[in-house]
Nanobody, 122 residues
């Protein structure tokens, strides 16, 4: 049974920072592509940042230079450090996993999803 559990969301003022965490079932962690997606009300879910098993990363243009994705293999954890947050970053953020060995933000590749954590910037 695959589980991804996010935490760390909350409310912050523009310019502030938040760090999201995602704890992942051990059986899907090693070698998998891990990513953060987000979905704002009335909008489609979009890829934010991804990191593959070898450590290569991919970012959406809207967050490049402000967000950093990382993982801790010892803790089976995925992180998203978000700095200089903007109101347009407000969304539900989801952790996702895919049986892929290269970095990608293509949503159709991801078969495992967490329940999401809310981020509000205002």
């Amino acid at each position: 049974h695959v589980q991804l559990v996010e935490s760390g969301g909350g409310s912050v003022e523009p310019g502030g920072s938040l760090r999201l965490s995602c704890v992942i079932s051990n059986n899907v962690y090693k070698g998998y592509l891990m990513a953060w997606f987000r979905q704002a009300p009335g909008k489609e879910r979009e890829g934010v940042a991804a990191i593959c098993g070898s450590g290569y990363t991919d970012y959406a243009g809207s967050v490049a230079g402000r967000f950093t994705v990382s993982k801790d293999n010892a803790k089976n954890a995925l992180y998203l450090q978000m700095n200089n947050l903007r109101p347009e970053d407000t969304a539900m953020y989801y952790c996702a996993a895919a049986r892929i060995g290269f970095p990608s933000l293509a949503r159709y590749l991801f078969g495992y999803w967490g329940q999401g954590t809310q981020v509000t910037v205002s």
